[in-house]
């Protein structure tokens, strides 16, 4: 069993920059292909990046391509996701989820194993 919680979200400015975390408890990440996710007011929710295990494979959708970078520190048991240049598009609640499989289920949205409760990032002036 995988225990998820995000942190860092808050309220920024446009063209500002946060970076939420991701931190495990319950086992080691590095088994795991971790990604984030986001849903909006209203709006379904969408894969914005992830990263997988062992090779480090990254995925990006094209919305934040560019502007999101996705880490892990594996002796951290931590991933994070550094949003520069953010938009108010980019308002949402932001997750992050664990599968032992690959980017693909990330990509397609399910099949995630283990979720976060969220942390929510407004980009606002």
């Known amino acids: 069993q995988v225990q998820l919680v995000e942190s860092g979200g808050g309220l920024v400015q446009p063209g500002g920059s946060l970076r939420v975390s991701c931190v495990a408890s319950?086992?080691?990440?590095?088994?795991?292909?971790i990604g984030w996710f986001r849903q909006a007011p209203g709006k379904e929710r969408e894969a914005v990046s992830g990263?997988?295990?062992?090779?480090?494979?990254?995925y990006y959708a094209d919305s934040v391509k560019g502007r999101f970078t996705i880490s892990r520190d594996d002796a951290k048991n931590t991933v994070y996701l550094q949003m520069n240049s953010l938009k108010p598009e980019d308002t949402a609640v932001y997750y992050c989820a664990a599968t032992p499989y690959g980017l693909g289920y990330v990509k397609a949205g399910y099949g995630m194993d283990y979720w976060g409760k969220g942390t929510l990032v407004i980009v606002s002036s």
């Open positions: 990263i997988s295990s062992p090779d480090d494979s990254i």
């Open positions: 319950g086992s080691t990440l590095d088994y795991y292909t």
